[in-house]
C-alpha cells in the first residue's frame, strides 16, 4: 500500500492553503477536499496521480470529490484498503455468477446434445434407400405404354348385358 499523504499534503488539501505549482491558490481545496474542476494541475493532483493512478480511483476514495470530506483524518491506506474490500467482495460475487453460467451453459450443450442424438436415432428408423422410394413414385405416377404391335383401335362390346338398348326388344 502507498504511504498515506505527508504533512505538507494534508496542508494542501485545507481551505485557504496554496501550493508551489498552484498559480495563485489551490481552489478546489476551498470548496470541499479538492474538486475535479480546478483550472490548473495543483500540485496536489499530481500526487494523487502518483499514488493512486488513474483519476476514477481518487473519485471512488472521495479523494478530490467534491462530495469527499476535507477533513485531515481522511488517509490513502484507509481509504485504499476499503476499495480493495469492496473488489475483493464484488470478485466474489462475479465467480459464483461465473460458476452459475458454466452451469447453465453445460446443461444447455447436454439438452442439445441428447436432441442430436434422438433426431439421429429417428432419422436412422425412418430412412430408406433413396432408389426404392424414387422408384415407387415413377411406377405411381406412369401408365403402362403399351408397345405399337398393342395398340388397337377399341373394339366395341357386343355382348347383351340385359339393359336397355334402345331397339324395343
Request: hydrophobic fraction near 20%; aromatic fraction near 2%.
Given at each position: ?29 476551498a470548496?470541499g ?34 462530495s ?40 444447455k ?11 439421429k ?13 424414387k ?33 324395343g326388344?
Amino acid at each position: 500500500l502507498p504511504p498515506p499523504p505527508s504533512a505538507a499534503a494534508t496542508a494542501a488539501r485545507l481551505p485557504g492553503r496554496t501550493s508551489p505549482d498552484d498559480n495563485g491558490g489551490n481552489l478546489g481545496a476551498a470548496n470541499g477536499g479538492g474538486c475535479l474542476k480546478v483550472p490548473t494541475i495543483s500540485w496536489l493532483w499530481k500526487q494523487t496521480m502518483k499514488l493512486m493512478g488513474p483519476a476514477a480511483e481518487a473519485d471512488k476514495c472521495g479523494g478530490r470529490n467534491r462530495s469527499g470530506p476535507a477533513n485531515s483524518s481522511w488517509s490513502w491506506s484507509s481509504c485504499i484498503s476499503q476499495q480493495q474490500q469492496l473488489e475483493l467482495e464484488q470478485d466474489g460475487e462475479d465467480v459464483e455468477e461465473k460458476k452459475k453460467k458454466k452451469k447453465k451453459k453445460k446443461k444447455k450443450k447436454k439438452k442439445k446434445e441428447e436432441k442430436k442424438k434422438k433426431k439421429k436415432k429417428k432419422k436412422k428408423q425412418k430412412k430408406k434407400p433413396k432408389k426404392m422410394l424414387k422408384m415407387k413414385r415413377k411406377k405411381q405416377n406412369r401408365k403402362p405404354k403399351l408397345k405399337k404391335s398393342q395398340k388397337k383401335e377399341p373394339v366395341e362390346d357386343d355382348r347383351d348385358d340385359g339393359g336397355y338398348d334402345g331397339d324395343g326388344d
